[in-house]
């Protein structure tokens, strides 16, 4: 080790140039002896080898990254100064921004629930079809990490961002505006495909920016405005539409697209370390065009649930999606008639009960999750990102679970009165933030190199999820109970949970079978 420091610091001759190093999103560097072993390309093959291949060179001169301070703990890694670059100050600009933008798709996807029964009566439709436009929201929002991470990989994170903002604010302004039930439909799909990528970009971002080891305390502020968009957005549309039309709901939906987009504009830098755009300069036209869909196709988001451990922890994050948006979608058709309530305002408090618990969650679980880190590496003497997992277990599978169960079946069984379902929903919001940090983490931190497309894959199938969850949720609890509804989507999250497990105790060498699998394909 002291040879390889040596070599490190060692001045180069004045006539040979520096090499130009492998960088990765989140600028780490790999070991030499890890470069001298992987002969073939890791920029586009192997830089998720395993969690020594997170150490990837940095490329950036010393001018552009300042020395790592000399108090830095053990928990810092060779390379971390990269992340120097942002004041601390600029970094939570950045986050409250992005927590920000992140608010604005999920509120979108709730706010309109309070308001349902006018959206039906204006459109003359049926519940069954506002439903439908619901989990077709759902859809396009899964659908756009293919585009908007493989973009965010290729182009950079500022103008994606930028794009989507203001484009979010357009289509915002065509579903307040719809004349016809089909433009509707059509307004809230593009909306919905705009929004996500203030979570896929966003999300990635804070991997730019933070060190592995910090990344769970600013994931969770940033991941409040996910969270608290479709617990607070019922609230707001129930308050609206009491008083005005439920149009006035997307206006005002447009009016904070378009201070997120200002602030994109003028707050948030680019901070990706290595754009691959850059390796196009030079090349002719064809190889361009070649490379460029090389890289922006989506089939690329889509194989990486080759490997085990992100589809496990795509399964794991979409049980928590399921159950947010299934216990929030029926709020109106289950808890107004259960109470004797009759106006939408007053089914919109029911709404505040997780919002508070995702609030107060956002203090603690993203904390949780790093300290977690920050135990396993010294009891390793390195990190591990499959550690990270350990963090969200208790959570995952025992809190949400029986918050779920005693939840349906109080409703089910008319025990409890009002106290009961709104003690839980905010135990359940609270155990929700200690489970996103940890999971959404872990995708920055498994893949440097693909961080990018590693969080749009876990986004796809998290939102397909939260569409089947709003569709299926009223004909499953009209057929079988709410009860029973709450017992599946209990059991769904304790199966997810003993998959989160077997990742944490197997996942690095499930990843180092794939590499090797991957080698002898080659």
């Not at 003497?381 to 995952?396: I, K």
């Not at 999250?493 to 180092?512: D, I, M, N, P, Q």
Request: aromatic share 12%; glycine share 8%; hydrophobic share 45%.
């Amino acid at each position: 080790m002291a040879t390889e420091k040596q070599h490190k610091h060692a001045p180069e001759p004045a006539s040979e140039p520096l090499p130009v190093p492998v960088t990765t999103d989140d600028g780490t560097r790999e070991p030499e002896e890890t470069r001298e072993k992987a002969q073939h390309d890791c920029t586009e093959v192997d830089l998720e080898r395993s969690s020594s291949l997170h150490r990837i060179r940095s490329h950036i001169s010393t001018h552009d990254a300042p020395l790592a301070h000399p108090d830095h703990d053990a928990h810092y890694e060779p390379g971390d100064e990269i992340y120097d670059r942002l004041p601390a100050h600029r970094k939570t600009l950045v986050v409250s921004v992005l927590s920000f933008c992140a608010f604005l798709a999920p509120i979108s996807s709730t706010s309109i629930l309070a308001a349902s029964p006018e959206v039906v009566a204006t459109y003359h439709t049926t519940g069954a079809i506002f439903n439908l436009s619901n989990a077709l929201y759902m859809i396009f929002m899964g659908l756009s990490p293919l585009l908007w991470g493989p973009l965010g990989q290729t182009y950079g994170r500022k103008w994606p961002l930028a794009i989507a903002a203001i484009t979010f604010t357009a289509f915002s302004a065509g579903s307040a505006a719809a004349p016809d039930l089909a433009s509707y439909f059509v307004f809230r799909m593009l909306t919905a495909f705009q929004g996500t990528t203030f979570l896929i970009v966003g999300g990635t971002v804070i991997g730019d920016i933070y060190r592995p080891v910090e990344r769970g305390t600013a994931y969770g502020w940033f991941l409040s405005g996910t969270l608290i968009g479709p617990a607070l957005g019922p609230f707001i549309g129930g308050i609206i539409v009491t008083f005005v039309s439920w149009r006035a709901i997307f206006w005002l939906q447009t009016a904070l697209a378009a201070v997120a987009s200002v602030a994109v504009v003028l707050f948030v830098p680019e901070t990706i370390h290595h754009a691959k755009k850059e390796q196009l300069v030079g090349l002719p036209k064809g190889q361009q065009v070649k490379k460029l869909w090389s890289w922006i196709n989506p089939w690329r988001v889509v194989k990486l649930f080759r490997y085990p451990n992100l589809l496990v922890v795509g399964i794991a994050s979409s049980s928590l999606v399921w159950n947010m948006y299934s216990l929030l979608t029926p709020i109106r058709f289950v808890l107004n008639p259960r109470f004797g309530l009759t106006s939408p305002w007053q089914s919109g408090l029911f709404y505040m009960a997780p919002g508070a618990g995702y609030l107060m969650g956002t203090f603690f679980g993203g904390r949780w999750a790093d300290r977690v880190v920050k135990k396993w590496i010294k009891k390793r003497g390195h990190r591990v990102p499959e550690d990270r997992l350990h963090s969200c277990l208790t959570a995952m599978g025992i809190v949400i679970p029986a918050c779920m169960l005693i939840y349906g079946w109080s409703i089910e069984k008319e025990v409890g009165g009002i106290p009961l379902p709104v003690i839980v929903m905010f135990i359940q919001g609270v155990a929700q933030l200690f489970c996103f940090p940890s999971l959404n983490t872990y995708c920055l931190d498994v893949m440097a190199g693909k961080s990018s497309e590693v969080v749009a894959g876990n986004y796809v199938i998290r939102y397909f999820f939260a569409a089947a969850g709003s569709a299926a949720c009223l004909p499953v609890i009209d057929r079988i109970g709410v009860g029973w509804f709450s017992t599946i989507s209990a059991g769904f999250l304790v199966l997810a949970a003993a998959g989160v497990w077997c990742t944490a105790k197997y996942g690095g060498s499930w990843r180092e079978r794939m590499d090797r699998e991957k080698e002898v394909s080659m």
